[in-house]
């Protein structure tokens, strides 16, 4: 995953195949009532898909204050 910010609010994210399955298959789960509960495999790749983000999140804003 990378995060770039361009003008304003618009972000450029590059993902990859597998972080963005991972995305639509959570926003699913939740659109459908998030019954039940993520499989462990879908829950561990949820969490290193967020760990991602909030290190990239970490640069980016560590590069915009600087």
């Keep these: 995953m990378q995060i770039k910010k361009g003008q ?3 972000f450029q ?3 990859t195949g597998y972080e963005l399955a ?3 298959s959570s926003a699913r789960w939740i659109v459908d009532g998030a019954k ?3 499989t ?3 829950a561990n790749n949820l969490k ?3 760990d ?3 290190n990239e ?3 980016l804003y560590s590069q915009s204050s600087s």
Excluded: F, M, P, V
């Design 8 to 10: 304003r609010n618009i």
């Design 13 to 15: 994210i590059t993902l």
């Design 22 to 24: 991972t995305l639509i």
């Design 36 to 38: 039940g509960e993520l």
């Design 40 to 42: 462990l495999e879908a």
């Design 48 to 50: 290193q898909l967020l």
């Design 52 to 54: 991602n983000y909030d």
């Design 57 to 59: 999140a970490k640069k």
